[in-house]
């Protein structure tokens, strides 16, 4: 899907240019912003991989069960359907953290990490548990407290003000986060939502698809016309 959002803008772009004739001022800075967009990737390279290296340390030496254990109120308000232990809640306390402290794609790993995680707690392959998607609205709207990784990008453009950004982050994040989470949990009540009964619309459909990971103590089976 992002592939054709991608395309979309580009193409508007391209015709919006040649509409206007300023096609030439966004051939160039097609270029010039695709270099920049590299120096940028490369230099975040060094920060995804001191917090993915740093993850895998905070694991062997027992913090994300602690990071979990501390972050328990919260989550299990935001994740009732994960059992309390379950190595989801350090998965997803560490991405939350990560979240927090503004780092970007540095999350990106711990993101991944936790929804693995949560896909052992899930009967299907095609159909996201309530857990699954807050994990995706938080993702979307985190309160965020230190912008990391946009300050680190505003430091190298500019030389002041770069951490100005802090106030206006930490207000408008924790606006979105609370909508984020109101309007899922609103959501997650409604009948359509609902996960068991996506999974009989699914199964009637013949569209559904058994996990095989799946932990939990009631997991779906298939007849065999279904099957």
């Known amino acids: 899907m992002m592939n054709y959002i991608w395309l979309f803008l580009m193409a508007v772009a391209v015709i919006a240019g040649a509409a ?17 967009a590299v120096e940028l990737a490369i230099g975040l390279i060094g920060t995804m991989a001191f917090f993915c290296g740093l993850m895998k340390i ?15 109120p919260v989550m ?6 994960v059992p309390k232990g379950h190595p989801a809640n350090s998965a997803i306390a560490m991405y939350i953290a990560a979240s927090v402290l503004g780092l970007g794609n540095a999350c990106t790993p711990l993101g991944i990490r936790a929804m693995q995680e949560l896909q052992t707690l899930n009967k299907t392959k ?3 548990t309530d857990a699954q998607c807050m994990v995706m609205a ?9 912008p990391t990784t946009v300050i680190a990008m505003r430091t190298a453009i500019q030389a002041e003000g770069a951490a100005e950004i802090v106030g206006p982050t930490i207000l408008t994040t924790m606006c979105a986060a609370i909508v984020c989470v109101i309007m899922t ?14 999974i009989e619309k699914e199964r009637a459909a013949g569209k559904l698809q058994i996990n095989e990971d799946y932990i939990g103590n009631d997991p779906l089976v298939l007849s065999g016309k279904e099957a």
């Open 20 to 36: 206007t004739g300023t096609i030439s001022e966004v051939q160039d800075n097609l270029f010039a912003f695709a270099d920049t």
């Open 58 to 72: 905070m694991e062997d030496a027992g913090l994300c069960e602690k990071l979990g254990n501390a972050l328990s």
């Open 76 to 81: 299990k308000f935001l994740f009732p359907g």
């Open 126 to 128: 095609n159909i996201a």
């Open 138 to 146: 938080i993702s979307t709207g985190s309160i965020c407290l230190i």
């Open 185 to 198: 949990k609103l959501l997650g009540r409604l009948k359509v939502f609902k996960y068991d009964n996506i």
